[in-house]
């Protein structure tokens, strides 16, 4: 993009009222990758396997056999994309569907007046890469009382090079209650192979299918090939009907603060970290070193899980069970036998991981 | 629609006994502890397969 051109999509942009923080997707650039920088994924349902906020769908007992990894390969001025690479061909049936999705908190919404007759018109925009040239498909939810989707169709026209896409989204004027809370608002949905049962031809808001997939005529098959791989970055989703720069975020610290709010890893590099002396008065939680306040409040009571060996001596059972809220963690064991007590991780890779996303 | 793959859920109680704290299951392979927080996502779909008859959450031990 031309710097005469950047200049005036922003100037555009101003009347549109947002110079700054327009990009609504959090980790647009694909530079956070809390949980793994590749990870291969045989399974099904959704999963976050590795660039935060971006989680991978599969459905209907479709188990693809692909790698995704933040990948080095981007764009000028891009650090990183996130790559698919395909290690088993398929072909989906039926309603199976198979690609990648953001979702959007509601309280990030405001900005669209959606489920007003004002609504805002949207554009999103991104720079995608694949040697497999086509159409593909985004599909964009709006959710509330009532679910609204639109679906649009975008092609890559050249292989293994970096394209842009701007896309304008006519505004959802539909009366509706959309949530603005910190549920899910808006969900954006890059389709990668669905099922012959899922391809209509692309649609503006409609209720019709509620959160279900859809794909356009003429969808790609990722999965056709084991040399096929899709790469995508610079995702940006902004009121008004122009595509503006991708906003960077102001630093790597402030970009990984906003994925904290929906996951957070605590990692332990060393063995015997968390050695702990208590008499047990069981009438109390026993004080453990790993109580502690996330670097970010969650946007809900996060899930936790953990991976890594933690040795517990004087205890019946290896568990440590948390106690937590949005703000801090706490753990207690679940032992009623008086004595000390000793955790430690036995593992250099070991970690807690608390998820809120949406 | 796309589905977690829940087993073994079972409600925790804290280090007393009395109110369920929690429900630790296992998801997708991964044994978790789920909040009993409706905007947790793992727990609103634990109740949806609870609501669907698909998954019973075992009382605490």
Request: glycine content about 8%; proline content about 4%; charged content about 20%.
């Amino acid at each position: 993009m031309s710097k005469a051109r950047g200049l005036a999509d922003l100037g555009n942009v101003y009347d549109d009222g947002a110079l700054s923080n327009r990009n609504v997707i959090v980790n647009g650039g694909m530079t956070i990758s809390q949980r793994s920088t590749s990870s291969t994924q045989t399974g099904t349902g959704p999963s976050y396997a590795t660039v935060d906020r971006w989680e991978l769908y599969r459905n209907s007992s479709l188990a693809p056999n692909i790698t995704v990894s933040q990948s080095a390969d981007a764009p000028s001025g891009f650090l990183n994309s996130m790559k698919v690479d395909v290690n088993a061909t398929a072909t989906p049936t039926g309603s199976q569907n198979f690609g990648f999705r953001t979702k959007i908190e509601g309280l990030d919404t405001g900005r669209f007046n959606r489920g007003t007759a004002s609504a805002e018109t949207m554009t999103l925009s991104f720079y995608v890469k694949s040697n497999k040239t086509g159409t593909y498909s985004a599909q964009i939810f709006d959710l509330g009382a009532t679910i609204y989707s639109k679906l649009v169709a975008y092609t890559i026209d050249a292989a293994d090079t970096w394209e842009r896409k701007e896309i304008t989204l006519q505004a959802n004027t539909n009366s509706n209650s959309p949530t603005l809370s910190s549920s899910e608002g808006l969900r954006i949905a890059f389709d990668l192979g669905s099922g012959p049962d899922d391809v209509v031809p692309i649609f503006d808001w409609s209720t019709t299918y509620g959160i279900a997939n859809r794909v356009a005529s003429g969808q790609v098959n990722l999965l056709d090939s084991t040399s096929n791989y899709w790469q995508i970055t610079g995702v940006q989703l902004e009121a008004g009907d122009t595509a503006t720069p991708f906003e960077h975020p102001r630093s790597y610290g402030d970009e990984l603060a906003r994925c904290q709010r929906y996951f957070e890893r605590w990692t332990f590099n060393s063995l015997f970290d968390w050695y702990v002396t208590s008499t047990a008065d069981h009438a109390h939680d026993v004080d453990c070193p790993y109580n502690g306040s996330f670097a970010v409040a969650k946007r809900a009571i996060p899930t936790y899980s953990r991976s890594g060996t933690f040795v517990v001596d004087n205890l019946s059972s290896n568990d440590w069970t948390p106690k937590h809220t949005e703000n801090t963690v706490n753990f207690y064991n679940s032992s009623s036998a008086a004595g000390r007590y000793y955790s430690y991780n036995s593992s250099t890779s070991a970690y807690f991981d608390f998820d809120a996303e949406l | 629609m796309d589905i977690m793959n829940i087993t073994a859920a079972q409600y925790v109680t804290g280090p007393m006994g009395g109110d369920n704290l929690g429900i630790k299951a296992t998801i997708d392979g991964t044994e978790m502890s789920v909040p009993l927080d409706p905007a947790n996502r793992h727990y609103a779909e634990i109740m949806r397969q609870v609501e669907a008859g698909t998954l019973v959450v075992a009382e605490a031990d």
